[in-house]
């Protein structure tokens, strides 16, 4: 079956320094990942996602992703956080069970960023 | 610029009720869905509709029905709301199901408390 792992609950960064949020997924064949962002009380905005091409995936608020078959990672990045940042995160893999566009979503990870 | 609007947005039931949330896009989706998201669960998929007149069960179909009323709305029916079905609902959409690599966008959720 199709997943993802998001193995940190939060992340904690100071404003100003790089971060990363990790995603790793385990699907059979070729993987669509999505990387989603929740503000509070708000429903998930699309971030990013990689369907194939170039591993280095740049998406919107100046957040990136890399894509890394060898270790089945998919993690979010940003050279400089902002506070404005601090959000929920969610990762998400294509089912590949069907031939339509049922998402699996991740546990999702808490990012804070401190002034 | 409403994209995918959810009604109610809070609602307390007592067990056993009935009640349906209300979903509508104006981005001329084809596939719309139905999540909960729950602490530390992440999103999961309750239904499903790839295109006007079809729906399909998704990972947690039990005590909900849904109705793809027309193109732009999909409804989503608790027949007899049990304290199980405390959660927060998400509709979204997407242009279409079947390619795979269509980001999805949601509404701003319903939050559902049964007592």
């Known amino acids: 079956a199709q997943s993802v792992a998001q193995p940190e609950d939060q992340v904690n960064v100071a404003e100003g320094n790089p971060l990363t949020v990790k995603c790793t997924y385990s699907?059979?064949?070729?993987?669509?990942l999505f990387w989603y962002v929740q503000y509070p009380n708000r429903g998930l905005q699309f971030l990013l996602k990689y369907i194939t091409g170039d591993n280095l995936v740049k998406g919107s608020y100046g957040f990136e992703a890399e894509f890394n078959k060898s270790q089945t990672s998919f993690h979010l990045k940003k050279p400089s956080a902002l506070v404005s940042d601090s959000a929920l995160y969610f990762c998400?893999?294509?089912?590949?069970?069907?031939?339509?566009?049922?998402?699996?979503f991740g546990t999702g990870t808490r990012l804070l960023v401190s002034p | 610029n409403a994209g995918v609007t959810q009604t109610p947005k809070f609602q307390v039931l007592k067990t056993g009720q009935s009640m349906t949330l209300q979903c509508a896009q104006d981005?001329?989706?084809?596939?719309m869905y139905w999540y909960r998201q729950d602490p530390g669960m992440g999103l999961r998929l309750i239904y499903y509709?790839?295109?006007?007149?079809?729906?399909d069960k998704g990972e947690v179909p039990n005590g909900y029905n849904v109705s793809r009323l027309n193109k732009r709305e999909f409804s989503l029916r608790l027949e007899s709301a049990a304290p199980s079905q405390t959660s927060v609902y998400f509709c979204?959409?997407?242009?279409?199901?079947?390619?795979?690599?269509?980001?999805?966008?949601f509404g701003d959720g319903t939050r559902l408390s049964i007592l």
């Open positions: 699907v059979s064949g070729n993987p669509y």
């Open positions: 979204a959409s997407s242009e279409t199901a079947q390619m795979g690599n269509q980001p999805q966008h």
């Open positions: 981005m001329n989706h084809n596939s």
């Open positions: 509709s790839a295109s006007e007149g079809t729906t």
């Open positions: 998400a893999v294509r089912d590949m069970n069907t031939g339509f566009q049922k998402l699996v």
